[in-house]
């Protein structure tokens, strides 16, 4: 029975390590793979989207947390063969880059039943918009007595050495900049007046976090009392018993669109269709837009209820008024801030 | 017998499925990633040239961050050999059951996960962390010290998460030097501290070589730790490969300052290996 030769031996070797190297779906017949972020996105589309999809369409789907600008390299690699999941998900400076560099799918809205019931700036014609992100002020209400009400609240000397913001690799770290770019009167063509106020922010800076997870720790650990924040992440941590608050800044909350992409040459199309199409259905936005996720729907069929009608847009033209930025000059100085952020913030 | 015979002078075919396995796994992918960084523009539209090279050395930050990568490493390392080194002669003077267990707690740092381990210290150092509990308990300051997001927490942490890398080898050569040379030197009159000197550290000496490179490239190249603990406002070279690989999707530069890592930690590598050699030379030769 155990009678072993080498050539067994050899056999079941090159068995092992060719089944690790079979190109994925070889085996699962009806198995989605779909990106997704980290934290708060990936907790909420496991425990909705996943289940609705899958009750609805009999199929399974793998969901991956990952950056949105980890998927276009991961797409990038994988050009000309296999790519390594069906669906995307991505920010808007990132779903500008993928679509320029030809990574996605036109999506197709006689797929999409659900495509019709979003609101028109929503109906993007590379991926419906799946939510808005918009950010504030997050703070330590044990710490920070009075409320803050606006960016500048950041440059108070109280605050030196206690406010969080995060580098350029986050969306969040990079709106951050553009609003503040903004309000000392620059454009997305010129960012000195940016980098001129961030350098007068340096003294009250406790931490720089390197990534968009890193900078939630903050919070929970007491490392920063006051900082820039998403609002749908602070409101998840607040739920979760950690004590913080998050405020709209009076000028303006800065916003984006998220979108859900199918990946050209996706493996299982139809499946993809199907999944995004649950993401932007009213059943799974109305439950998303729940604490602790409190998800802003882009489906005009769900009415804003919550914290989202309480702290964000009672309204779909609350909406309106967010300040959104030109994500295409964005993309394209995007280097050179990059590095100019390294320079201006380095100890 | 025949048969055995013509098996001898073949065992080197033993070492062909890790040879394939490296040309495909490691060659393969270096070679590639050296022939990106040939590429002259981001788009990588095959146009080649030493741009990405002119663009690293061109701007001074680059270099900056070059030698503050390569400084920690020594910083971190140089503790490493100073608190290691003790802790190895400990561990070969000890009984045998003692010795194990000092090897399993040595060893330990390996075993979990370096995520995990990297958060664990982030507790450990921060604002409310376990150490500022202490310094201000003990009325030694009275605001809490910034720990994290500083070099000194950096080297904290890669002191104790590569310590293992620069035990381990210690150990295996400080056991096999003959206890007898140490008596034969104490006999003939050299004190405890002359016959270390004399006897022990040089003789230890191609395990302190070998602790050193292990710890020492394990340290420049610790993205999760220097970054985790570090924060944004130290920038060190992987960090910089990863922005501008990933956020920046400029994979041509990411490449060529890979390489220029490379070749500066092979350098340093092959300085301590031709000071072994020059060592072992003059020892045995």
Redesign the interface.
């Given at each position: 029975m155990f009678d072993l030769t080498r050539r067994h031996l050899l056999a079941a070797t090159a068995a092992a390590a060719g089944a690790s190297l079979l190109p994925r779906g070889a085996f699962a017949a009806d198995e989605l793979v779909a990106a997704t972020f980290g934290g708060t996105w990936a907790n909420v589309q496991k425990q909705v989207l996943a289940p609705y999809f899958t009750k609805k369409t009999g199929a399974s789907v793998v969901q991956s947390p990952m950056l949105a600008t980890e998927q276009i390299a991961k797409l990038t690699a994988a050009k000309g063969g296999q790519p390594p999941f069906d669906v995307a998900m991505l920010d808007e400076g990132p779903n500008l880059a993928a679509i320029d560099a030809g990574l996605v799918e036109k999506y197709d809205p006689a797929k999409s039943p659900n495509f019709a019931s979003l609101s028109p700036h929503f109906q993007t014609e590379y991926g419906p918009a799946i939510t808005m992100q918009a950010i504030g002020i997050a703070y330590n209400p044990k710490t920070v007595k009075t409320p803050p009400t606006s960016w500048a609240d950041l440059w108070k000397p109280e605050y030196k050495g206690r406010v969080g913001i995060t580098s350029l690799a986050s969306t969040l770290g990079l709106a951050f900049l553009l609003d503040i770019n903004r309000l000392e009167g620059g454009t997305e063509a010129s960012m000195e007046p940016a980098f001129k106020k961030l350098k007068t922010l340096l003294p009250n800076l406790a931490a720089v976090s390197a990534n968009f997870g890193a900078h939630g720790a903050l919070f929970q650990q007491g490392e920063v009392d006051i900082g820039v924040q998403n609002f749908n992440f602070a409101e998840e941590l607040k739920a979760k018993g950690v004590p913080i608050e998050f405020v709209r800044v009076s000028t303006g909350t800065p916003a984006w669109k998220t979108t859900m992409h199918i990946v050209k040459g996706a493996l299982k199309p139809e499946l993809a269709y199907a999944y995004i199409d649950s993401q932007l259905s009213a059943d799974v936005q109305s439950a998303m837009q729940k604490s602790p996720w409190n998800v802003i729907p882009t489906n005009s069929k769900v009415a804003y209820e919550g914290l989202v009608a309480s702290k964000i847009a009672k309204s779909p033209a609350d909406l309106d008024k967010m300040v959104f930025f030109d994500w295409k000059k964005v993309n394209q100085g995007r280097a050179e801030w990059t590095q100019q952020f390294n320079r201006e913030i380095r100890v | 017998m025949a048969g055995a015979a013509i098996r001898q002078g073949r065992e080197w075919r033993l070492a062909l499925p890790l040879t394939a396995f490296f040309l495909a796994f490691f060659v393969a992918p270096l070679c590639l990633l050296i022939s990106i960084s040939f590429q002259a523009e981001?788009s990588m539209n095959g146009v080649l040239g030493l741009n990405q090279y002119a663009a690293f050395i061109g701007?001074r930050?680059n270099l900056e961050v070059l030698s503050d990568t390569l400084l920690l490493g020594v910083k971190a390392t140089v503790l490493c050999l100073v608190f290691g080194y003790p802790l190895a002669w400990l561990i070969t003077r000890v009984s045998a059951r003692l010795q194990s267990l000092l090897i399993f707690l040595v060893i330990l740092p390996i075993v979990t996960s370096v995520v995990v381990r990297t958060?664990a210290w982030?507790?450990i150092l921060?604002?409310?962390g376990i150490v500022n509990d202490v310094i201000m308990a003990l009325g030694l300051s009275s605001t809490p010290l910034?720990l994290?997001?500083?070099?000194t927490g950096v080297i904290i942490v890669l002191t104790q998460v590569q310590m293992p890398l620069m035990v381990l080898p210690l150990v295996t050569v400080l056991q096999r030097i003959d206890p007898n040379l140490a008596s034969a030197s104490q006999a003939l009159g050299a004190g405890a501290w002359r016959t270390f000197f004399k006897i022990t550290l040089p003789l230890s000496m191609p395990g302190i070589i070998a602790g050193t490179i292990l710890t020492y490239t394990a340290c420049v190249t610790a993205f999760v730790t220097q970054?985790?603990i570090g924060?944004?406002?130290?920038?060190y070279m992987p960090?910089?490969i990863f922005?501008q690989?990933?956020?920046?999707?400029?994979w041509p530069f990411a490449a060529a300052v890979s390489v220029l890592f490379m070749i500066s930690v092979l350098v340093i590598v092959g300085l301590l290996v031709a000071l072994s050699r020059s060592r072992a030379a003059k020892l045995y030769g």
């Open positions: - | 981001s701007d930050l958060f982030i507790v921060g604002r409310r910034r994290l997001f500083s070099e970054s985790l924060g944004s406002r130290l920038l960090m910089l922005q690989a990933m956020d920046l999707q400029n």
